[in-house]
């Protein structure tokens, strides 16, 4: 089966730089993708990762290593609105359906 | 990029009444709409996938007489959520995709709330 693991929550500084690791265990997948949640919407897609590497978009990158089974999502030159909780997804390659982690609250500080 | 709406943004109902929430992809063409489901500080849950003129697949322990999906269209699915209790309360929240492409797009979600 698929699962993927990222941590509950992770806490920063306003302006800081940070880094939500997502490690997977999945038999197959086109790529990884993250997305971001405000409380009481909906997720919004941030980036996709079809291939290893690092995927640059604005003050946000995205990492994917296959042979590590294993993604990150940094956040740089952090602001007050990126509060929100962050999920990694993976596309099965058996059903096309995204495998959702459990989410990554970002909390940041003044 | 393509745009996804979903009407109601919320609802409040009765116990024991049925709810219709509308999926529409505006600008694209979605030839799968997935519904999703999540309870507060959870992840997203997939219910079913549909495709366009084709019966939804559910995921395990949803009840596909529970939870009517309809994809009639390209651009329209709708979820009724029947004879709905206030275990059914959550946010729902529905995702289309083109053919072929990698990005889904997601509604802003209904927020259903059952008494």
């Known amino acids: 089966g698929q699962s993927l693991e990222q941590p509950s929550e992770v806490t920063a500084v306003e302006g800081a730089i940070v880094q939500i690791n997502c490690t997977y265990q999945?038999?197959?997948?086109?790529?990884l993708s993250w997305y971001q949640q405000h409380d009481g919407g909906a997720p919004t897609f941030l980036s996709y990762?079809?291939l290893d590497g690092l995927e640059e978009t604005g003050r946000f990158s995205s990492f994917l290593s296959r042979s590590d089974s294993y993604g990150y999502l940094l956040l740089q030159e952090l602001q007050m609105k990126d509060s929100a909780s962050y999920f990694c997804?993976?596309?099965?390659?058996?059903?096309?359906?995204?495998?959702w982690g459990a989410g990554t609250k970002l909390i940041i500080k003044p | 990029g393509a745009v996804v709406s979903q009407h109601p943004s919320r609802v409040i109902c009765k116990s024991g009444t049925s709810v219709k929430i509308e999926c529409r992809s505006l600008?694209?063409?979605?030839?799968?709409m997935f519904w999703y489901r999540q309870f507060p500080k959870q992840s997203l849950m997939l219910m079913a996938t549909s495709n366009e003129g084709s019966k939804a697949t559910y995921e395990q322990g949803v009840e596909k007489d529970k939870f009517l999906i309809n994809h009639a269209s390209l651009t329209l699915s709708t979820l009724t959520v029947t004879s709905a209790h206030p275990e059914d309360s959550s946010f729902y929240i529905c995702?289309?995709?083109?053919?072929?492409?990698?990005?889904?797009?997601f509604g802003p979600g209904t927020r259903l709330t059952v008494l």
């Open positions: 600008d694209f063409q979605a030839t799968t």
């Open positions: 995702s289309a995709r083109d053919r072929g492409e990698n990005e889904q797009f």
């Open positions: 990762n079809g």
């Open positions: 997804a993976v596309r099965d390659k058996s059903n096309y359906q995204l495998i």
């Open positions: 999945t038999s197959g997948f086109y790529g």
